[in-house]
């Protein structure tokens, strides 16, 4: 679902700004990240 969810920002995206964004499953250094999905559990 979440593979879903980010095609369609990309192709969203596209369409309003003409920018083709990448789409990756672990940050890229120097690069400005928008994160899709649920968070990872984090134990307290």
């Not at 095609?7 to 369409?15: G, I």
């Not at 672990?26 to 649920?38: E, M, R, S």
Request: no cysteine; charged share 25%; proline share 7%.
């Amino acid at each position: 679902m979440t593979k879903l969810a980010a095609k369609k920002f990309q192709t969203y995206l596209e369409k309003i700004s003409g920018a083709k964004i990448a789409i990756r499953s672990a940050p890229t250094a120097g690069k400005f990240h928008v994160f899709l999905g649920n968070p990872p559990i984090r134990k307290r």
